[in-house]
């Protein structure tokens, strides 16, 4: 089994900036793509952000290509996205993601889900 801890999450401005964690124990995650999602209240839950298992390639749907970052620490086994120019649009309950899958839409990549979740993280963007 594999347990996700997020952190990170907060308050922050229009035009700000805010950097989510994600900790995974349980066992290593090799080979996987990890990734970060949201879900805003009384929509469905978006994808935001993947990332390979070298690190050497990010995806992103075109609604936060440019202005959210992945990274990942494979001896850690941890990832984190940082968010920059943080729109009020962005607020959402964030949750990072383990072992997703990946398909290339019109608007960038898109997720369907991955195998591993975790608890969330609330993002408040205010004006």
């Known amino acids: 089994q594999v347990q996700l801890v997020e952190s990170g999450g907060g308050l922050v401005q229009a035009g700000g900036s805010l950097r989510l964690s994600c900790a995974a124990s349980?066992?290593?995650?090799?080979?996987?793509?990890m990734g970060w999602f949201r879900q805003a209240p009384g929509k469905e839950r978006e994808f935001v952000a993947g990332?390979?298992?070298?690190?050497?390639?990010?995806y992103y749907p075109d609604s936060v290509k440019g202005r959210f970052t992945i990274s990942r620490n494979n001896a850690k086994n941890t990832w984190s996205l940082e968010m920059n120019s943080l729109k009020l649009e962005d607020t959402a309950v964030y949750y990072c993601a383990a072992r997703i899958r990946l398909a290339l839409s019109g608007s960038g990549w898109q997720s369907p889900g991955g195998d591993y979740w975790g608890q969330g993280t609330q993002v408040t963007v205010s004006s």
């Open positions: 990332i390979s298992w070298s690190g050497g390639a990010a």
């Open positions: 349980g066992r290593t995650l090799s080979s996987d793509i």
